[in-house]
Each structure stands twice: as C-alpha cells, then as structure tokens.
C-alpha cells in the first residue's frame, strides 16, 4: 500500500534510505513529507493527509495526542541523537568539566538554533544551564530558525562555536566536535513517532513504524549518526 | 540530464506549473485590484490596499498558518469550498494559491502603477469615438498598461518561483504534490551535506527565472516599440 | 439640426454661463484665447459635466441638471477632432483612422475612407504609428478620425490650425459639405475660416457670449466688429450666370454683374461671397479704366468713425449689403453721408478663395 | 549673428537634405505639413543629431559630422517653442517660466519677467499649474519660457498657432524687437507673419530647400509664389514723414506720399510696408474721386499670366519694386506691358498694421 | 502598553529601524538601477536585471545563505569592508542589508516603471532650456517619477518589515541586534501554545506596515494632484 509520512526534515537521508529497504521488503510505497515539525504538527491538526508522524519535539507530538490526532497506543520514540558543541576548522577539544564557554568566544558568537522554539536550542539551553556556563553566555547566543543554519554560522566562521546535533556535525569538514554534551546534561533528545487518528492507511503505516525499531532499521538510523530511541 | 533525480524534475515540473497558473489566474484579479486602486475613490480603499499588501509584511510563515487556518480542509472557506471540488490543502493548487497570494502586492503595485501613467484623454477621445467604458479599456487602456502588466506577471511569476514559507506551511511538502523548488532546496539543506545537491536546483531554479525574465523584456520592448514610432 | 446649449459650470477662477440656440449648419465659436471654448465644447461632448444646463440637439437631450440627466460621451454619436490631436498611440493611422467606426451603428451613413484619406493627404501614414508623424500630419489623422466615426454631431476645436494655406483650402470644402448634413460646432480663430463656414457665430468672451447670430449678420455688423476692424466684411449672394474663356466666372448679384475666378459651380447655382470691408474703395463718380472690374453702385447708410483713423461705412448695393472700410479722412473728402450716392470698387480677386463658399442650406437661397 | 546649416538626415521613408545661410535676423521656415520645418529645427537644438552635415551660428560650431562634434542641447543656450507647448506638469506657470533662467549664465541680458509676462498675457495665471490651462495659455507660457531663457538663438516652432488676432498683434512686436539681437529661426504658415517678421525666408518642400532668399525677393517673386498667388506681395520700405492729427501718418516712399493709420514710430524712423499684390489696382490715368488715398506713378516692367484668370503685373515705382495681382482681361483692357507708365492704387487701410514692420537691421536702411 | 514585554517592544523598535534604513539606504541605488535598466542599452543588462531579480526567485534561506558567504567577516565583502568599520554580522547593519536586497527587486520595478512612463520630450524641453542631464534628472525627471518611487520606497519598506529568511540566516537572531518581529513572531509559532502571543506582534506588524502604506498613499495623492491641475 502507499502511505505518507510527515517527518522532521533533519530525517531527510535517514529515513528516505530506511524507506527504501523497507519498501523492498514490505512492497509498502511511503511517501516522505519532510519539513519543521511545528508545521507539520499543525497542518496534522488541519487534517493533512498524512499516515505517520515522526516529530524531532515531543511536545509537537505530546500536543497532537492531547488533540486526538495520533493514535496514542502507536506512538514510540524511534530515534535519539546527541548534542554536540563544535568550532570553527580544527577546534581544540574540551571536556565538559574544563569548559569555559566565555572565554573560548571571546568576542565572538555562540550558534545556536532558537533557544526558546527550536528542539536543538532549548536542548542546547538546558545543557550549558546544567554545566552551570548559560548565563554568561546567553547574550553572546546567535540563534537560527534551525540548527542547519547554525551550522553555517560555525562553518563559515562567523561563529567561532556552536551546538548542533551530532548527525549535523559529523558531516560537515569546516567544523570539528569539540564535546558531546553528556546525556545527562539535557532532557533525552528522542524523535517520536505516532500513526494518525485519520490515517488511509494506519496498517502500512504502523508495519512502518514498527520496523523502523528493529534492528536492521537502527543500522542504518546508526549509519546517519542517529542513536537508538528511548 | 541524469544530474537531477526523478523526484527533483518532478519539483521543477511543479515549480513551473504551479507558478505558471498563479501568475495567469492571479493577473485577472491583479488588474481589477490595481484599477480599483488607481481609478477609484470608495470607503475602505485604504483598507482593501492594506489587505492587498499583508503578504508582504507578514512573515511568510504567517501567511501560510492564515491560509491553513482557512483553506484547509478544516478552515470556513475551505470547508465551503470542498462540496464544490475545489480543494486547496496539501495540492498543488493550494501551492499555486498561496505563490498568488505571496505574488499579488507585487502584482498590483506594477499595474496600479501603469494604470496611473495613462493619460485619461486618450480614454476620453475613445469614449467621443462610441468606445463605452468596457471597449475604452480594452482597446485603449489595456494596449497602453501592457508593459505594467507584464512587468506585473513577472514579478508575480518570480515570487512564485522562490516562494517557500508559505507555501510549505500551508500545504506542506509532498513530492509530487506540493513539493516545489524551493521546498526541494530547503528539505536538502537540512540534511548534512545536502548542499550540492541544494545548488543544482538552485542553478535550475536561477535559469528558468531567467528564462521568464528575458522573455518578458523582449516582449515588454516591442510593445514599448510600437508605441514609440515606427 | 439645431443644437441648443444652456450650462453655468465654474472651474477655478473661470466661469463659463452661456446660453446659445444654433440653427442646423456649422456654429462657429469664436473668442480669444481662454475665453471658454474648448471648456463648452467639452461641456457638449459630455467629458465634462456642467454645474447647470441643458444640452440638447434637435429633440435629443444630452444633458439636463434639471432632470438628472447625463448621456456619457460613448453614447452621443460625436466626432471630436480635439484640439491637441490625441491620436492612440498604441495604434496605426489606420487604425485610428478606423477607431469610430468599430462602434458606429451600422445603419449610419459612413464616410468613404479612402476619400478622406486623400483629402487629407495622408495615404502614404496609413502604416504609420502616431509618434512618427509631423505635427500638422498628426491633426490631419485627428479630422479623418472624426470624420469617419459616422457621427451625429461634429465639434472640431481649432482643427486646422496647424495646417498650412494649401491644405486647409483642400479640407475647408469637406466641412461645407456636411454643414447641411450634420451639426457642427467648430472653433476658429480664423476670420476667413469663420466666413466660409459659418452658419452661426458664436462669439465668447471671458466665459460669456457677447454677440450670437447668423454669420453674416454677426460678421457684417461694424459695431461689433467683434473680430477686430480688419476683420469685418460682408457676405454677399450672387448666382453663376456665366463661364468665361478667360478664366474668369460672371455671377449675378442682385441684378448687378460680378467677376470671379473661375468657380466649379455650374451656371444657376447661388454662392456665399465674402467682401472684406478693407478690400472695398468708394468713388462718387463711377471710376472708369481701373483695373479693377466689379463696380457696383451703392446707397450709403451708415457711417460710423471707428476708435481710429478709419470709418466703416454701410452701403446698400443691389446685391445686398455691403461694408467698407475707408480713412475718415477720404469720406470727408467724398462727401459721405446717409443717403449719399457712390460706386463701391471691389477688386476681383480680392474676392479670395477661401471666401466663397456654398450656400449652407436651401432656406437661406434667395 | 548669421546661422548657417548643411545637413542630410533620413528618418522612416523622410529624408531632410537642406543647406542654406541665414544672415541676421529672423529666418523663417515655410513649407508644407510635413516638409521637414520640425525636424530641421530640432537638428538645430540638437534633439536629434543628424546623419551628416554642420551646423553653426557665426563661428561658434554646434555639430559637424566631418568633425565628430556635437554639441548637446543644454549646451547651445536655446530658446525653443515647440510645436506643442512641452510645460513641465508639475511646476506652476511661474516655475515654468524661470526655468530657463536658473541655467543661462549670469552675463546674459535677460528679458524682464514682468514685461514678458504683461505681453502675453498671463498674469493671471502665474499660480496655476499647465493642466489648469487653455490651449492657447499653454502655448503663451511656452513662448515666455523660451524668451526668459536669455537665449543665444530662438527656435519658434508655429508659436502663434493657436492665438487669436489680437494675441498675435500683441506678441509680433516682441519678436520684431528681438530681430535686433537674437538670430530666430521661425516656423510659420501664415503669410503676414512672413511678411512681418521675415529677414530671409527659406521654403522647404520635402526635405528639400526650393528657395530661399531675403524676405523681400522671395515674397516678391512672381515666378516663384511658394505660398499661393494670393499671397504674393511686395516689401516696400518707407520713412515717418508727419503725424496728422485726423490719426494718419503721412510716409515718404522714394518721393512719394503714403498714408497710413497712425504708426508709432516717430518721424524720421524707417519702416517695412508690404503690399500685398491683390491689393493694388492698376489705372493707365490717374484716377480722381477714389477713397483710397494712395496713388504711386509706376512703370510695367514685366507681365506674367498665372495659371488662372489672374495675372501678376510688376511695377517699377519710385518707392520700389511693386507688385499688382489682377486679371488677364484688366491687363488687356489696360494695354499693359513692359514700359507701360500707369497708376497703382493703394488702399490706405490694405497696407495692414502685421504688415508694418520695424526695418530689421541698419544695413538695410534706405 | 503593557501587553507586549520589554523584549518584544525591542523587536518592534528593530524592526522599524531596519525597515526604515534599508529603505532610505537603498533607495537612491534603487532609483540608479531602475534608471540604467530603463534608459541604458549595454552587454550584460539582462545579466543586472537577473541579479536584481534573484532575491525574489531564491528561497530566502538560499539569499541568506549566500549573504553570509559574501558579506560575512571572512566573506569577500565582508572581510574587504571590516577594515573600514563596517560589520554586517550579527549587527543591525546586516538585518538591514538582507532586508534592503529582498525589497531591492520590488523597490526597481516600480520605480523602472515611472522611468519608463515620463515623456522624454519633457526633458528634451529642459534640456533646450540649458539643463545638464543631471539637472534634467534632478528638476523634471525625478518630480515626475515621485509616486513611482513612493511606491517603490513603501514595497521596500512592507518587504522589510516582513523579511525573516535571509535575515536569520544571515544575522542570525540576536535580541535587541538582530532580533525583528518577524523573528519574533516565528519563534512563538515553533512552539505549541505560541499562536496567542505571535497574533500580538503580527497585529503590531500590520499596525506598522498600514501606518507606512497610508501616510504614502497620502503622500502620492497629493503629488498626483499637483501635476493634474489645481
Ligand atoms: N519618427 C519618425 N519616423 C519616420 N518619419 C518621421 C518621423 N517623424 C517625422 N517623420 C516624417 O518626417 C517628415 C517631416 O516631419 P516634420 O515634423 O519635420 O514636418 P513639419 O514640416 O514640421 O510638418 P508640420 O507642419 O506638419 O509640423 C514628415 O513627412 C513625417 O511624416
Ligand atoms: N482645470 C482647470 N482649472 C481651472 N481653470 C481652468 C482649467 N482649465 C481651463 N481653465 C481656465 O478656463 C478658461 C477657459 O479655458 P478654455 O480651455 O475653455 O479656453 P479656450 O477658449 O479654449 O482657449 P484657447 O483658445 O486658448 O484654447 C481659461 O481661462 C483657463 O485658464
Ligand atoms: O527540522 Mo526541525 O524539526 O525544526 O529541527
Ligand atoms: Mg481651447
Ligand atoms: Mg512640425
């Protein structure tokens, strides 16, 4: 059967691989709809035609469940990823008890994605808090609409540091990781996943959902930095 | 060409059909408004250009949210519309309708602007010749806005070419359906190492503006020709 | 025809308040610059809704303040030759050219295009486009464009102005020819032009009419001499009796033989003569050997010494009456008084071209 | 300051081939609608910048192609009257007018703004803004504009078109004025402006200069004609002899006595006088009894027959060349031919105030 | 107004500075580039008028992007400008600078569209009068094409005061430096809940734009009527 599913645009390569191997096995054709997961939380609630989400916020997801527009008895948190503070070109490495964040900016910038909207800077925000360094440097903070352009900030040097998501990072030559945030530093960054209250097709769509859990999928999730979910 | 997938000449087909029928739907509407602006003096004129601006001033993401919030399939104009066949969310024609939507301030300004350039005795001397204010517009004011018009459909067809906020707010991403060019170049921009491939359709995108603006000055020039002798 | 027009309309510091009945043929408007004009004519072509009045022609009401009534410009069947020619420049001179007749009904007499385009002299323009046209060519498309558009009322505001001798002596006969078919209404500054044409004279002033009556006794009358001393004259009858070999016409005025340039009427037809009141000499005795050949002899009626060194003198001729422009000085020395006896010299060419017309209209035949 | 230009120039299916040398004075253009009188002109503005040729008022070169050279327009301290009034929209009739003089340099003499302003009328107007204008206002603000702009070289492009009488008899005298100081190239269809202001008339026909020449043996030349037999005439120059009290003044014509309506000049002044040749009547004896107060003994010197009825008779008098426009069967009747002594009848009042003009240069005197 | 924090009346400030820079700043390169576009035949102008149109035709994420690259601190403007003390990152300056370029294509149009509609004969008759061309531009040229860029200045502004892609990807979002209230308001849309407190600024933002767009038609009105009469 064919089947949409809306999905975080940071998923894009992962799971347009996964969807493929999937599709093989199965004969189930997904259709990916990548964009923000607020706009395609919001366009499920409008009644968008869509038979699985998978969100890069659990709040997204927590509040179309509060709607009634996934089914809750689906909904598992398929994917993790880590949190990473990198810098400009070859950065020296730190560890999370020697950082000094206001001293290795400078004058310059930290990036960010938005601290208060965006999952990777309210995740980034919640990790300097716990390591005790976010007062200091909230107002040397550049915030982005997302962690991409954060990114770019650090890759062209515009920003001498950044935090971003390890699958962000690893990709880029311009910048190196400077630290992972420790796990315990920030709430688990978790994608979860849910099949819809309206969905065509909610079998395919939750086959889907479950294979994305098995192992065979979390290898290739694990090829594109992804770390397991839960 | 095999430097593009499947997928991405899909998006460049519906790039251009989408902002091909903006444009053309969008002028018929864009000239009435500007007429109405230009020649006419009523209650709330101020009111209609402001509205006729919003795109503009607002966030495209805004826009995108309003039009969801009433052409989709859950808002009052798209529920009022759906009975009639004409559905907007997550279709192309809901892309084509937020690009117009985007286009139109720029549209209109470009007529408007035209409409004020003609001189009102020409009108007059067609109106002495039995020319009844339908005819006098056809086949004195029109001729004579043409190059305002154009000029007014370029910009309208431009826009449409590079609208994104909008439009992936409003009907999302789907390939095939809604995806356009810029959704295209966004989705690969958000995946690490995504940018060569954002740059082809960005070239792609570059050149079939290019194409639509090169045409419409030749035309705009022999129309201007014409007029100026010979 | 008649056209009848009754409006007040003030725009800035100008008011118009006129008030005029003129009777089928051309009415010519006549006034110095920025006395109102083309601001009535616009008035009756309907671009320009008077503060009051009534515009009507014949039964046809086109406006009335009275009534609330206003037809729009589209709906009074006019041809308007402005006095800027406003050609489409979008547009050939054919097509403009054609522009009137797309929305003329069909059942209007129509004017023979290619004949307008030769009076005209504009058959070589035909592919043109207005912005590669001389500025007399551009008024030449403005008249055709009018004339072909069929209309029912002709207002032409200083048409051939910017035309040259020759070619308004080829136009001027197409106006008189449709003066007994459709109302006109035409501006001129030009005393000649006003003779030939005119039915009516209009003559404005400051927004007001200050003298309003048939051309030739508007034009005839030395207390108005609205068009300045110089211009004065009379306008004379005659009827062709005679085609001489020498080139020259013989024509009856009054009983009384007068010489022309050859004319094109034939014998029997009636003429409008314009005798300016400064190409008339007077003699007591009847002049002999003067090179000279249309004598006539003359009543004195009237002498009235103008503001300056000059007199105009009113003569009853045979052949009508008769105006004369002389130095007080000469009609002391002649003697001139009411009732006095004289001959009036007219020089045969002095009676001009542009000065004989046809009659405008089978009443006014004697 | 003399004017000289040589140039060729195709535009469309129009080629302008002209080449002639104005001394002096005002050079008018006559021609045709269409014949090139516009574009000629604006060669000279250099708003168009011809296919070869040069241009130069004295020594001072505005273009010459063999050379590269061309100078642009705000260069070549102009004073043009369009052909359409051109005002600029958005200044006030004031601005307009002052425009020219925020440009021209502070040496320049500069007319007096409120004469100017006096003379053409517009004093009411100076607030208002062009679309607030009568066409003929329009047209005597662009005149003002042009004259304000203490120009080097005045281009006149019909400027009197859309004036009436008494407007254009106010406004000549300027130009007549200014024929003193100023070269003025003058584009004109009518006749007695030619007669009045010419210094040297030029004819195109076509594109092409078929005559040109000083204003006298142009007008005067009864083979050539250009502006219709009816317009030929003669140029006469007079000197103020007396100022009679009945309001004639008295002029001496190389010997002879000429009356006319009170003139301004002062006695002893030189001035122009056109005679136009229908005009004048032939008599072998010298008539008595006649209104028309001047008679001058003249000699035939040569007959022609025109292509009608008319003939055009030139006289040798003792006030200079004249000419009479008369007809064939007068000439026979009369004997005329060459050596013929006989009389010219002149009417006091036919010598007509546009035809009196201030002598145009001190060589000219008599 | 105690409805909007001290954070957000920030961002309105910002907001209305930037706008009204990058309209006054670009303006005159505005008038340049309509003027040489309408008036001027050269090799490569189809070349300029593809360059000005490409704001319009890129996603703004694309314009930003490329922004950074160029007029970054290490871009080759940037890094040429540096020295001279002009900084766009991070600054006010480059919120202005994105905003100008977004609005440069609209602002063009309009005002190449009065260019195209003055009668050359008008300043032919200046020019006969002892006008440079300078002065001819300056005392006939420009009067006349007033309400064409009035138009222009306004859409520049709208644009400016809507403009968010490029802005924050370029400047990123800095309060109080780079935060405007399209930023503003985006970020309260990423979060579930933010809709009540985005509809606060957007309400501020048509307030803003209206008040622009009035005050201009007012303006041009009056402009239209100085040369129609009167
Ligand atoms: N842009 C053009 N392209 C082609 N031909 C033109 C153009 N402008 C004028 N002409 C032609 O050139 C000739 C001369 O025009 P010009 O304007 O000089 O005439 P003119 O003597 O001033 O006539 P008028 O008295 O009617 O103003 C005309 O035959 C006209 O049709
Ligand atoms: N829009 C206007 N506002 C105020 N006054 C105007 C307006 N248009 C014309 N006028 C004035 O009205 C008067 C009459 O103008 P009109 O155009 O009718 O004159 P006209 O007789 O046609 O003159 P002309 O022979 O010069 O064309 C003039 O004094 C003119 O200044
Ligand atoms: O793509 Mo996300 O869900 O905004 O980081
Ligand atoms: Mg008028
Ligand atoms: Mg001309």
């Known amino acids: 059967a064919d089947f949409t599913v809306f999905a975080a645009a940071s998923l894009r390569d992962a799971l347009t691989e996964a969807a493929t191997v999937h599709e093989a096995s199965s004969g189930d054709h997904a259709t990916l709809v990548f964009a923000g997961s607020s706009a395609l939380a919001r366009q499920i609630e409008a009644g968008a035609p869509a038979d699985l989400f998978v969100s890069a916020n659990t709040d997204w997801m927590d509040t179309l469940e509060q709607a009634g527009r996934i089914d809750p008895a689906t909904r598992a948190d398929v994917l993790g990823n880590a949190l990473v503070l990198i810098g400009h070109g070859s950065a020296a490495p730190v560890t999370p008890d020697t950082l000094d964040l206001p001293a290795l900016l400078g004058d310059g910038r930290l990036a960010m994605a938005l601290v208060n909207a965006v999952p990777a800077g309210i995740y980034g925000r919640a990790a300097l808090e716990s390591l005790g360094q976010w007062d200091a440097v909230a107002p040397l903070v550049a915030q982005t609409d997302n962690v991409r352009a954060a990114l770019a900030l650090v890759a062209t040097g515009e920003a001498p540091y950044g935090i971003v998501y390890a699958t962000d990072a690893a990709a880029e030559p311009q910048v190196s990781v400077v630290m992972t945030f420790p796990q315990g530093s920030h709430p688990p960054i978790t994608y979860p996943g849910a099949v819809t209250t309206d969905a065509a097709q909610p079998q395919a769509a939750t086959a889907f959902l479950t294979w994305m859990q098995t192992p065979q999928a979390q290898a290739i999730f694990a090829r594109h930095g992804f770390t397991a979910g839960g | 060409m095999d430097w593009l997938g499947p997928a991405e000449w899909q998006a460049v087909a519906l790039s251009l059909k989408v902002a091909l029928w903006a444009t053309l739907c969008s002028l018929p509407f864009g000239i009435l408004a500007a007429h109405t602006l230009a020649r006419r003096e009523f209650w709330g004129k101020s009111l209609l250009n402001g509205l006729i601006h919003l795109p503009l001033i607002l966030p495209p993401v805004v826009t995108g949210y309003l039009l969801l919030l009433t052409f989709g399939t859950r808002g009052p104009i798209g529920a009022f519309l759906q009975p009639l066949g004409i559905v907007f969310a997550f279709r192309w024609t809901g892309a084509a309708l937020a690009a117009a939507i985007m286009g139109f301030p720029l549209m209109v300004r470009a007529i408007r602007l035209s409409f004020e350039a003609v001189d009102p005795k020409l009108e007059q001397a067609a109106a002495t010749l039995g020319a009844s204010k339908l005819w006098v517009f056809l086949t004195v004011t029109l001729p004579l806005i043409l190059p305002g018009v154009l000029a007014g459909a370029v910009l309208g067809f431009a826009k449409a070419m590079g609208e994104f906020g909008a439009t992936i707010t409003f009907v999302s991403n789907i390939p095939g359906q809604t995806q356009t060019l810029p959704s295209a170049i966004y989705a690969f921009l958000q995946v690490p190492g995504g940018e060569a491939s954002a740059l082809r359709l960005v070239l792609v995108s570059i050149v079939l503006a290019m194409g639509a603006l090169i045409a419409s000055e030749v035309l705009a020039r022999r129309v201007q020709k014409r007029v100026n002798g010979a | ?366």
């Open chain 3, 1 to 366: 025809m008649s056209v009848s027009v009754q409006i007040t309309h003030t725009q800035g510091a100008f008011t118009l308040d006129v008030a005029f009945e003129a009777p089928p043929g051309i009415t010519v408007l006549f006034g110095r610059s920025g006395s109102g004009k083309t601001t009535l004519i616009n008035a009756v072509a309907g671009l320009l809704r008077p503060q009051a009045g009534r515009i009507a022609v014949e039964d046809h009401v086109l406006f009335d303040s009275a009534r609330g009534l206003f037809l729009p410009p589209h709906k009074r069947r006019l041809g308007y030759v402005f006095q800027e020619a406003r050609l489409f420049p979008h547009l050939s001179v054919r097509q403009n050219l054609a522009y009137g007749r797309w929305f003329a009904p069909r059942s209007a007499p129509r004017a023979d295009l290619s004949r307008v385009v030769e009076m005209l002299g504009i058959g070589p323009l035909l592919d043109r486009r207005p912005a590669a046209l001389s500025g007399g060519e551009k008024q030449r498309v403005a008249i055709g464009r009018a004339l072909l558009a069929a209309p029912g009322l002709i207002l032409a505001d200083e048409p051939l102005a910017a035309l040259d001798e020759a070619r308004k002596a080829e136009i001027l006969p197409y106006f008189e020819r449709l003066r007994g078919e459709v109302p006109i209404l035409y501006v001129s500054h030009s005393a000649a032009e006003v003779a030939r044409l005119a039915t009516t004279v209009v003559v404005l002033d400051q927004g007001r009419v200050i003298r309003q009556g048939p051309a030739a006794e508007v034009l005839g009358d030395p207390s108005v001499t609205p068009l300045g001393a110089r211009e004065a004259g009379a306008l004379l009858l005659a009827t062709v009796k005679h085609h001489h070999d020498d080139g020259l016409s013989e024509l009856d005025a009054g009983g009384h033989a007068l010489f022309l340039p050859h004319v094109a009427q034939s014998p029997g037809s009636t003429l409008r003569l314009r005798i300016a009141a400064h190409d008339v000499i007077l003699s007591r005795a009847r002049p002999e050997g003067l090179s000279a050949l249309n004598i006539l002899p003359a009543v004195v009626v009237e002498v009235r010494a103008g503001d300056g060194p000059g007199a105009m003198v009113s003569l009853d001729t045979p052949a009508g009456r008769l105006l004369a422009r002389i130095t007080g000085r000469s009609a002391t020395a002649l003697g001139l008084a009411p009732g006095v006896r004289c001959h009036a010299v007219i020089k045969t060419v002095a009676v001009a071209p542009e000065n004989i017309g046809a009659p405008r209209s089978a009443e006014e035949q004697p």
